[in-house]
């Protein structure tokens, strides 16, 4: 690693401005969560390139809108196998799962699975669409848990797609 201080993290440009300490990964606390594809699309080459400038800062990568059921799956594998090398936790999409739960049970068990079969850390969980009761969310996040892999509630509401259509255009 070029420049590297005592801790392993690169020397950073513009030393005398103050920034927010951090400890090394994994971080309990002070935890970046970058977008993955969704907008744009995010591949290998583009991602290489975000971890060689900011990787130090990025804790994990979150697919949207369901932007990973539609990749090859040697591309999605390639993505996910990048971020661990990188100490990068990475995240199926909350807003998806809401999706899935709409196709049954039987789909929420395979989702999961497959989840953890091609490398994801984490399944959120969201209500930013759906309304689940309590007891029903629960028993989502234990299902996630059971599988081996993390949780991640999400709660909020959400207007259009990613919460940031006006209502007016609703």
């Known amino acids: 690693m070029p420049n590297a201080t005592e801790n392993g993290i690169p020397e950073r440009a513009f030393r005398f401005l103050r920034v927010n300490e951090r400890s ?9 969560e970058i977008r993955g594809p969704y907008y744009t699309p995010l591949g290998a080459n583009q991602l290489k390139d975000i971890f060689e400038t900011m990787g130090e ?5 979150k697919f949207a809108g369901g932007s990973f059921s539609l990749m090859p799956k040697h591309a999605l594998q390639q993505i996910i196998g990048l971020c661990h090398q990188h100490d ?5 999409t909350g807003g998806f799962i809401e999706h899935v739960l709409t196709e049954g049970g ?8 497959e989840c953890k079969n091609v490398g994801f850390d984490i399944i959120e ?21 059971k599988a ?18 006006r209502r007016e255009e609703l």
């Open 148 to 165: 081996g892999l993390k949780a991640k509630p999400e709660v909020g509401i959400q207007f259009g797609a990613g919460g940031a259509t």
């Open 24 to 32: 090394t990964k994994p971080r309990k606390y002070g935890v970046t």
């Open 57 to 61: 800062y990025v804790d994990a990568l």
């Open 106 to 113: 039987e789909a929420v068990n395979s989702y999961i699975r």
């Open 88 to 92: 990068v936790l990475v995240v199926s």
């Open 125 to 145: 969980v969201s209500s930013g669409f759906v309304t689940l009761p309590a007891d029903d969310w629960l028993r989502l996040v234990e299902k996630v848990q």
